[in-house]
């Protein structure tokens, strides 16, 4: 074995053992969550557990502790803020798979949302979790001794992600809804809007509940920007050589819907470059954060090399 092969490796385990954590922690907590008395009607609460609970990364839970931990807070501190984003990613892809937008069958190796429950309630069950990610994390920061400013400052980011800059405009894009006729200028920033923000924000939200300087939050914010790019290109990449087993959904429903995507416009091999690049850039972003950044440091290489 190479000695590139060897650090790639131990880089891997770390990067793993890592994630492990942070998630055997938030599925702890978000179980709890989810068991709360007079939470919803049943049928309701099953919709939304259904899919919160159908695994994934817990990418974005998973960087807002750690960004938290980097400034030496501890993950249990930013629990509440890193549920609401699990909550908001789950509701963008229950509303993503309906009909009307990407009509996938499955998603996280089961069938989707509205396949086992319904368009109707898979719809309520995307709004249900996206009002009750903004109502938790200000019942539950401002419970854990975190000042109302720094909450709000918080929540500013996070609203931002998830709104008309955020998810729901790269929707709109995604779907063809806007002409560009420049298709490197969309497909960029389609990956930026729908994406990166909301990664960007998983970051800058634990960094600021965290304690992080004004200079450190903008350190996170341009790595989560450029980690945020190199995640959905390498999406794009899978999406192409990927298999529903590895991806846990349909592959090849870009280039069946038409949409343009880095694969569409610089080919598999320049979107790979682009990924490198961009992870690059990521790992530049955040040299002043010293070691204590280990984490975060080795992340871009491990998402780049992913095969789901």
């Not at 954590?21 to 259904?50: I, N, Q, S, T, W």
């Not at 396949?115 to 996206?130: H, K, T």
Request: overall charge negative; charged content about 25%.
């Amino acid at each position: 074995m190479s000695k590139d092969s060897k650090n790639i490796d131990e880089i891997v385990i770390y990067i793993e053992d890592q994630i492990a954590r942070h998630k055997a922690l938030f599925d702890r907590h978000l179980e709890a969550v989810l068991a709360e008395e007079g939470l919803a009607p049943r049928r309701l609460r099953e919709a939304m557990g259904y899919s919160l609970m159908a695994g994934g990364k817990r990418l974005r839970p998973t960087l807002c502790m750690t960004a938290a931990e980097v400034f030496g807070a501890s993950a249990e501190m930013v629990l509440p803020m890193a549920v609401s984003f699990e909550m908001i990613h789950t509701a963008s892809l229950i509303h993503d798979d309906l009909p009307c937008m990407d009509n996938d069958a499955m998603r996280r190796g089961q069938p989707t949302n509205h396949v086992v429950f319904g368009e109707a309630m898979a719809l309520l069950a995307g709004d249900a979790l996206l009002a009750w990610a903004f109502s938790r994390s200000l019942k539950e920061l401002s419970a854990l001794g975190h000042p109302a400013d720094v909450v709000l400052k918080a929540l500013k980011e996070f609203a931002e992600a998830v709104g008309p800059s955020g998810i729901c405009g790269g929707q709109v894009l995604d779907m063809g809804m806007e002409e560009y006729a420049n298709k490197e200028e969309l497909v960029w920033k389609t990956a930026l809007m729908k994406t990166a923000t909301l990664i960007r924000a998983s970051l800058t939200t634990g960094g600021i509940l965290g304690g992080a300087s004004p200079e450190a939050v903008q350190c996170l914010y341009n790595y989560g920007t450029h980690l945020g790019m190199a995640f959905q290109i390498t999406d794009d990449i899978l999406d192409v050589t990927g298999n529903l087993e590895e991806l846990g959904k349909t592959p090849g429903k870009d280039a069946e819907q038409g949409k343009v995507t880095f694969v569409s416009v610089y080919g598999v091999d320049g979107a790979a470059r682009l990924a490198s690049e961009e992870s690059q850039k990521a790992k530049e972003a955040i040299l002043s954060l010293g070691e204590r950044a280990r984490f975060l440091k080795n992340l871009p290489d491990y998402i780049v090399r992913r095969t789901r």
